[in-house]
């Protein structure tokens, strides 16, 4: 056999519960998938990460459905997409990364860009994690102390006049010169993100994500259509595989913003696609990680990298968990370098 193909499951561990408006995460899976080049001795691997109560691949099957490309790539030589695979978008993902390593010569090249040499260091936010008032405006002064000039905050776990004081705390003490981004994860109704998104609007607020659950397009259209927030789609692109069916969802709910997670949505390729729809569609973009370890994320910089963005990305180091991998990236001035 040219190839092999095994894969192992590693629990990441948070250094801090990390709280969502799903609830507070201890650790979370990530299973690895790695291809050898037997002829060669290089090996790529892929990260399949799974996000508790949201990514698809968060069912049993998803181990049983990992051993079954192996077994492809082993007794068949095989690297063709299942018909199953659109239902476990992290799995597809960890096929395409794995094979972009294995193709690019191993040692977690996945691609070759100005980045990867040191030439250029990708912009990104400052991403506040739920907590007490007191412990976010901690978060938030680490911050900006380190030179991010934009700020993420989760919204919709602690009591709403809570966070609009953090808010107004913010504007307050640093004005208008540091960029605010809300990320609400679906956390309210209807009727309610009107009122909130009307009460928020005073603040200068950039974009929020997701105010209201997926699924409900009508009421995201009229959201869109409405709000004195520009609104950014995320887990609204969870599960949505047909190129006809994104484009009629974004001609129909006209959001500002799409947040592209490859983990959730099957990929680099997918990503791409909802990218060049959006483009041709006056729509902006920018990518978050969905909690993978090092090696996914170090993949997802790189290909963000090839796009050289403007806008600041939702990327990171990886610094939340106690045991994860070993970085090649880090950050200087709220931009994210690689080792080169």
């Not at 049993?60 to 077994?71: R, T």
């Not at 911050?143 to 009591?159: H, Q, R, Y």
Request: glycine share 8%; charged share 20%.
């Amino acid at each position: 056999m040219r190839h092999t193909a095994d894969f192992h499951l590693l629990h990441l561990h948070f250094k801090k519960p990390a709280g969502t408006s799903r609830g507070e995460l201890l650790n979370k899976p990530s299973y690895f998938l790695t291809i050898t080049d037997n002829e060669t001795g290089i090996s790529g691997v892929g990260e399949c990460s799974i996000l508790p109560n949201l990514s698809l691949d968060d069912v049993p099957e998803v181990a049983v459905k990992l051993q079954e490309i192996c077994y492809n790539i082993n007794q068949h030589q095989s690297f063709e997409l299942p018909v199953w695979i659109n239902k476990f978008p992290a799995v597809r993902f960890a096929l395409e990364m794995a094979l972009l390593d294995l193709n690019n010569g191993g040692n977690a090249l996945f691609y070759d860009t100005d980045f990867t040499i040191g030439k250029f260091g990708i912009p990104i936010n400052g991403l506040i994690w739920m907590g007490n008032p007191s412990e976010m405006w901690q978060q938030i002064v680490e911050k900006i102390e380190a030179g991010f000039s934009v700020i993420k905050m989760k919204v919709g776990a602690i009591d709403f006049d809570s966070e609009l004081s953090l808010i107004k705390k913010i504007r307050d003490t640093y004005g208008n010169k540091i960029e605010l981004r809300l990320d609400a994860n679906g956390a309210f109704g209807l009727d309610e993100a009107k009122k909130k998104l009307n009460a928020l609007a005073p603040y200068n607020i950039h974009s929020i994500e997701q105010p209201i659950q997926a699924g409900n397009l009508p009421a995201m259209a009229t959201l869109c259509s409405n709000s004195p927030i520009p609104i950014a789609l995320d887990e609204e692109l969870i599960g949505i595989n047909s190129f006809d069916e994104k484009r009629q969802i974004l001609n129909y709910i006209k959001p500002k913003y799409i947040i592209l997670k490859p983990s959730l949505i099957g990929g680099f390729a997918m990503a791409e696609e909802w990218m060049d729809l959006a483009e041709n569609n006056n729509i902006g973009w920018w990518a978050t990680s969905a909690l993978e370890s090092n090696i996914g994320l170090n993949a997802i910089a790189q290909w963000v990298s090839q796009f050289k963005p403007k806008m600041p990305q939702g990327l990171g180091t990886g610094g939340l968990f106690t045991n994860n991998t070993p970085s090649l990236l880090f950050i200087e001035n709220g931009n994210l370098f690689y080792q080169s």
